[in-house]
């Protein structure tokens, strides 16, 4: 069992930065991890995702060059660095977690099976 946890949300002017922060405990073993996020009315979206050796990142298109998603220092930590957030990057963002074996489709959502309870972000004027 993985248990994930967010912290970092907040609200923010357009062109702003923040950063999130996620940690797993539990069976943390090589694990893969990604930050998704919806907004209300839209489905959930992966946003940024990297390998378990942190080799390895993967971006949505729209955040491509502001966003910066990292391992921290403790092993199974992940940042994601946010600037230039506009807009339309408001919503609640989450981490997902996945344990080794199979295909990994990083931004894919039915690719992580442990999710943390999400922080807000807030953007606007």
């Known amino acids: 069992q993985v248990h994930v946890v967010e912290s970092g949300g907040g609200s923010v002017q357009p062109g702003g930065s923040l950063k999130l922060s996620c940690a797993a405990s539990g069976y943390t073993d090589n694990l893969f991890m990604a930050w998704f996020r919806q907004a209300p009315g839209n489905e959930r979206e992966g946003v940024a995702a990297m390998d378990a050796g942190g080799y390895n990142s993967y971006y949505l298109d729209s955040v491509k060059g502001r966003f910066t998603i990292s391992r921290g220092d403790a092993k199974n930590t992940l940042t994601l660095q946010m600037n230039s957030l506009k807009p339309e990057d408001a919503a609640m963002y989450y981490c997902?977690?996945?344990?080794?074996?199979?295909?990994?489709?990083?931004?894919?959502?039915?690719?992580?099976?442990?999710w943390g309870p999400g922080t807000q972000v807030t953007v606007s004027s």
């Open positions: 997902a977690a996945r344990t080794p074996g199979g295909t990994w489709y990083p931004l894919r959502r039915d690719n992580y099976n442990y």
